[in-house]
């Protein structure tokens, strides 16, 4: 969440990947930050960074996470939650992307934190809760699924035994990697993480997977559709329909991990106004 938070918030923008590392190029951003923000710049990351960074009040952690700081914090007063700024809601469906949709996307530490919708309250702002450090994720098919980045399809008639993998746990059970395999990667990452997919190679189909949100989610599955026009060098598709793991939003693009994006697994940017969001899910009694 850090690495995310300061992605979107610092000026100059910190090119962090987001592995859940306290390293060095982490270190430089939240030092480049406070001083930027006329804080004390000491790099380690309690309430005023934090309030700074948009999490503030009662939603401050209880201590800084060990991957987020050393031992030493600047707040004096324990809290309960660590939760991320609200989100606004993505168009679902066929309504065209608003103006004011984005602010800030939600992503999760891998390996520490988990969002969950915020209970009770129907508005288009809620705020997705994350847990404290060292609770188990929320999105446990999310680390199957950023391990496998990288993987990409083979030239001429080979085929990557691993996307042919990702396709025995479908019905399809296709033998070729040059079968669109978006659906494919999906559901065998689920099953790695011990979670019943639907078993199926159409992107579509998991429009009606699990239990639908009505805001992004990091790690949920989305169902994207773009028009027809032959197949989409970005999705592998089609049909046009294609389904991948959320990251992270801005107010134009849906930032989502999946597989069979450019041929391989990645992270991709999608236009919203070239891609509708046909639907966001989550897996029932996650």
């Keep these: 969440m850090l690495q995310h938070l300061l992605n979107t918030t610092a000026r100059p923008r910190p090119p962090l990947e987001l592995d859940g ?9 939240v030092r480049s930050f406070q001083q930027g923000r006329g804080l004390e710049v000491d790099g380690v990351v309690g309430a005023r960074t934090w309030s700074s960074l948009g999490v503030g009040g009662s939603a401050l952690p209880r201590t800084p996470s060990p991957a987020v700081a050393p031992s030493r914090s600047s707040s004096g007063t324990p809290t309960r939650a660590v939760t991320a700024p609200s989100i606004r809601n993505l168009p ?5 992307p608003g103006r004011g949709m984005g602010g800030t996307a939600t992503a999760a530490r891998p390996a520490a934190t988990r969002t969950a919708a915020a209970a009770a309250r129907p508005a288009l702002h809620r705020s997705a809760q994350l847990e404290p450090p060292g609770s188990t994720i929320g999105a446990p098919w999310m680390r199957v699924a950023l391990a496998e980045k990288g993987v990409a399809e083979v030239a001429g008639r080979a085929h990557n035994p691993r996307i042919v993998e990702y396709h025995a746990t479908t019905t399809l059970a296709a033998k070729t990697d040059e079968v669109a395999w978006c659906a494919s990667f999906v559901n065998w990452c689920l099953e790695q993480a011990g979670i019943r997919g639907i078993r199926s190679a159409r992107a579509a189909d998991w429009g009606k997977f699990g239990t639908a949100l009505s805001e992004p989610r990091y790690g949920c599955i989305v169902h994207i559709y773009r028009t027809p026009r032959g197949v989409d060098g970005a999705t592998g598709s089609s049909s046009g329909n294609h389904v991948a793991f959320f990251v992270g939003q801005t107010a134009t693009h849906i ?3 999946g597989g069979n994006q450019g041929n391989q697994v990645k992270v991709s940017n999608y236009p919203l106004k070239q ?4 639907a966001m899910r989550w897996p029932e009694g996650r």
């Design 21 to 29: 590392v306290f390293g060095a190029a982490t270190e430089r951003a």
């Design 92 to 96: 679902i469906g066929d309504a065209p």
């Design 255 to 257: 930032q989502l991990l």
């Design 275 to 278: 891609y509708t969001v046909k």
